[in-house]
Structures are given as structure tokens and as C-alpha cells.
T-cell receptor, first 109, second 115 residues
Framework: KNEVEQSPQNLTAQEGEFITINCSYS?????LHWLQQHPGGGIVSLFM???GKKKHGRLIATINIQEKHSSLHITASHPRDSAVYIC???????????FGKGTHLIIQP | DSGVTQTPKHLITATGQRVTLRCSPR?????VYWYQQSLDQGLQFLIQ???????AKGNILERFSAQQFPDLHSELNLSSLELGDSALYFC??????????????FGPGTRLTVL
């Protein structure tokens, strides 16, 4: 069974700061997902990665398969980025996702 | 809007009762996943269906069951409800299964409260 660890659990930063959230996992995977969950509860898929790096707007996600580690970066953070960010991994085949406990991010104006 | 719909949004019921949660995947998606999010366990994978057939089981209790119908909507049935079943239940859909490259699109969730 894959163990997914995220750090930090909680992060409070000032608007404009560069944010990094880390995720590590214990067993080889076929894909890693970064998800965003707002206080209302809905989950939005931000990235799906199997190697390298992806960028979407102010968000950047990287993955190092050898080190079993991924990072999510937010540049020029804004209060609307305040949410819970969840890392999830998927093995091969038809299995569902295994989730980290999430990072609760608060960006203060 | 992910294109995945779930009904109802909220459900309040009593212990011992049975409820049915419904999920309609994105148009064209054949695979549906059910997840449970509780305060103590976080997000957990329950079960996956593909084109009407069960494909994978996660931490689904024996009191819970699911099915996927010919029109591809799915239902999650929860019976003999306990206080600990109170949670957010999400479904997600993907175009196929077994592919490493399938992004999962999540529905808005059903919040179940068992009193």
C-alpha cells in the first residue's frame, strides 16, 4: 500500500509570497495528481504528472520519480489561492487514488 | 464545472437507515470512482466501475455497495448507517481505465450526516 506524506500540514503566508508544498510517496506510481479543495468542499484537479514539470498560470508542479517526490509551487500568491491542496497517487491498473492528508494554505492580504 | 453531477447535495438521516447517492459522469466517460472524505480518515478510495462492471475495490465496507447502469450513471448504496458514516462522498469520472494518463474529474460531492 502506498503511503503519501505531505508537508507542511498548515501554511500561512503573505500575499505575493512564493509557496511550496511537498509530497512524497513510498511505492512506485504511474501518475501523481495535485488537487485543490476550497472551503465549500468541491475538489478541482490542478495537475496530473508522471514525469518532469507542468505549469499552469501561477502554478507549477514537478515530480522526481527516482526520489518519489513531488512539489507544487505557487508564484505571486493571492488570497484566492487559500484552499486545501491535496497530493494523490495512482498505481498501475484500475486502482483509485491514494491521498495525502492535505496542506491547508492561507494567504493573507 | 467538471461536468460530473452528484445528487443530492446534502442528506440527513438516522442511524440504521439506508440511502442512495447518485453520480452522473462527464459525457463520454466510462469509468466512475467513488471516494469518501471523513474528518478522521481523510479521502479514501471506495470502489471503481467501468462501463457497468466493477473494476477495483478500495476501503469499501460490506454495508456499502455500488453499481453502474447502462446509461453510465452510478449509485452508491449505504445501509445500516452509523454515525461514523457521516462524510462527504465524491464521485469522479475518467474516459477509460487502466491508463496512467487519465485525469480524474470530480463531482461536487454529497454531504451525508447521520444522526
Amino acid at each position: 500500500k502506498n503511503e503519501v506524506e505531505q508537508s507542511p500540514q498548515n501554511l500561512t503566508a503573505q500575499e505575493g509570497e512564493f509557496i511550496t508544498i511537498n509530497c512524497s510517496y513510498s511505492v512506485g506510481i504511474s501518475a501523481l495528481h495535485w488537487l485543490q479543495q476550497h472551503p465549500g468542499g468541491g475538489i478541482v484537479s490542478l495537475f496530473m504528472l508522471s514525469s518532469g514539470k507542468k505549469k499552469h498560470g501561477r502554478l507549477i508542479a514537478t515530480i522526481n520519480i527516482q526520489e518519489k517526490h513531488s512539489s507544487l509551487h505557487i508564484t505571486a500568491s493571492h488570497p484566492r489561492d487559500s484552499a486545501v491542496y491535496i497530493c494523490a497517487v495512482r498505481g498501475g491498473g484500475a486502482d483509485g487514488l491514494t491521498f495525502g492528508k492535505g496542506t491547508h494554505l492561507i494567504i493573507q492580504p | 464545472d467538471s461536468g460530473v453531477t452528484q445528487t443530492p447535495k446534502h442528506l440527513i438521516t438516522a442511524t440504521g437507515q439506508r440511502v442512495t447517492l447518485r453520480c452522473s459522469p462527464r459525457s463520454g466517460d466510462l469509468s466512475v470512482y467513488w471516494y469518501q472524505q471523513s474528518l478522521d480518515q481523510g479521502l479514501q478510495f471506495l470502489i471503481q466501475y467501468y462501463n457497468g462492471e466493477e473494476r477495483a475495490k478500495g476501503n469499501i465496507l460490506e454495508r456499502f455497495s455500488a453499481q453502474q447502469f447502462p446509461d453510465l450513471h452510478s449509485e452508491l448504496n449505504l445501509s445500516s448507517l452509523e454515525l461514523g458514516d457521516s462524510a462527504l462522498y465524491f464521485c469522479a469520472s475518467t474516459p477509460s481505465w487502466g491508463s496512467s494518463y487519465n485525469e480524474q474529474f470530480f463531482g461536487p460531492g454529497t454531504r451525508l450526516t447521520v444522526l
